[in-house]
């Protein structure tokens, strides 16, 4: 049996994922599916003033929205899965999860953006991809907006250029 960790965020490229690990269950269905929602942890100034079981509550009924729509498209598909709720950086809750339950995969959908724009926003699939020994499959999702096409490129050319005019002028 394969074991295999899902992370989902709830927005529309992490049912990319769901929709693949979908139809790899209906030619394995030996497939043991683990959803994954990782919720930001409060600062300081929160957790001094709220309870612990407040917090907590908070975070659960958080992780069960964002999974709402995941776990709809595995309900009626009729599959079983196994939710998993973390608090914590994400990268590092995803990997530690994977590890701990034992998986044998990871699989994770992305926005297909640029390079240039992934290296820019070191986004989490490039994190977990250096920072896990599990295998990780990357499912492409909606593509970039217009904004993360063009214009972050545009701002680190213009910021490269200025850079290099300033080293020029030195």
């Avoid at 929160?46 to 964002?66: I, K, N, P, V």
């Avoid at 990997?95 to 034992?102: I, Q």
């Amino acid at each position: 049996m394969l074991k295999v960790l899902v992370p989902s965020d709830g927005s529309a490229n992490a049912h990319y994922a769901v929709r693949h690990v979908i139809q790899q269950y209906q030619t394995q269905p030996s497939l043991d599916i683990h959803l994954l929602n990782v919720q930001p942890p409060f600062p300081q100034l929160f957790t001094d003033y709220a309870s612990r079981g407040d917090l907590m509550e908070f975070h659960q009924e958080q992780a069960a929205s964002a999974l709402a729509g995941t776990r709809q498209l595995l309900d009626a598909a009729a599959i079983p899965y196994t939710v998993h709720t973390e608090v914590g950086n994400t990268v590092d809750c995803i990997v530690d999860t994977a590890r701990r339950l034992g998986c044998d995969g990871i699989v994770m959908s992305t926005a297909r953006k640029s390079a240039l724009v992934r290296l820019v926003e070191n986004s989490v699939t490039n994190q977990v991809l250096a920072r896990t020994s599990v295998p990780v499959e990357v499912i492409a999702g909606e593509a970039a907006t217009r904004l993360e096409r063009f214009g972050i490129p545009a701002g680190v050319g213009a910021g490269a250029g200025l850079v290099a005019l300033w080293m020029a002028s030195s």
